[in-house]
């Protein structure tokens, strides 16, 4: 089981203690959520921001692009300390380039797929990747419901992985919270990404142990 907090609902007056304390939190990634004004209609930050909070924590930094143009900014995140790169296969035929390009910078490879979108999608591309992420909410903004819609995704990626002898995370993303987290872990996500759920609670560390143990406890393997 992997808990990784979203730094996007962090007190962004204060980036830096943020990202230190997501690293004393007993987390295994930060997840950095980078929106570019097109892919979706929102902006969060960029490479200078990671490169400035990357000494400040020793976590797995999950960088999650969700931007129209990821083949201009793989090398810049790469620099800036980026463990990994998930990119959105809704870019449709750039996809295998872009995860060439994730590996020959040899980051690992994550593949995100947006709740409208099928999974025959994903498809050809399971071999490749590290990480499945299962967009939970239409990506974009913080905050947001969970689409229930979405469970029998995660059914399918497990299943998916079972069948072939793969061995991807499965990953969850939007609207993550000690509600949702039993859901996505009945179904076999083993990754769970997560902003508000964590943020709002008084004791980050304390929110970390509770969704970790409702993982663990609905957990399908
Ligand atoms: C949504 C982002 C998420 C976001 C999740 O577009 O990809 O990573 O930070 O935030 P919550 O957990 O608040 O839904
Ligand atoms: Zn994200």
Redesign the pocket.
């Known amino acids: 089981m992997i808990i990784a907090p979203?730094?996007?609902?962090a007190d962004f007056t204060k980036l830096g203690g943020e990202a230190a304390r997501v690293g004393r939190s007993g987390a295994e990634w930060l997840?950095l959520?980078i929106?570019d004004g097109h892919f979706?209609p929102?902006i969060s930050f960029g490479p200078a921001v990671v490169a400035a909070v990357r000494p400040l924590s020793k976590l797995v930094f999950d960088v999650?692009l969700?931007c129209a143009r990821p083949e201009i900014l793989l090398e810049p995140f790469a620099r800036a300390g980026a463990d990994r790169m998930t990119v959105h296969v809704e870019l449709g035929r750039q996809t295998t380039s872009l995860i060439w390009k994730i590996r020959s910078l040899q980051k690992e490879v994550g593949l995100?797929v947006n709740p409208p979108t099928a999974m025959e999608a994903v498809e050809p591309f399971l071999a490749e990747i590290d990480s499945l992420l299962i967009?939970?909410?239409?990506?974009?903004?913080?905050?947001?419901s969970?689409i229930t819609e979405t469970l029998p995704k995660i059914q399918q990626a497990f299943a998916w992985r079972a069948e072939r002898g793969l061995k991807y995370r499965i990953a969850v993303?939007?609207?993550?919270?000690f509600q949702t987290v039993p859901l996505c872990a009945k179904d076999g996500a083993d990754t769970f990404?997560?902003?508000?759920?964590?943020?709002s609670r008084p004791n980050l560390k304390t929110a970390v142990a509770k969704m970790r143990r409702h993982a663990v406890a609905a957990c399908k393997t």
Do not use: C, E, R
């Open positions: 979203s730094l996007l609902a997840h959520d929106m979706v929102n999650h969700m995100a967009m939970t909410v239409n990506p974009g903004f913080g905050g947001q969970f993303d939007g609207g993550v919270d990404i997560s902003g508000t759920g964590l943020f």
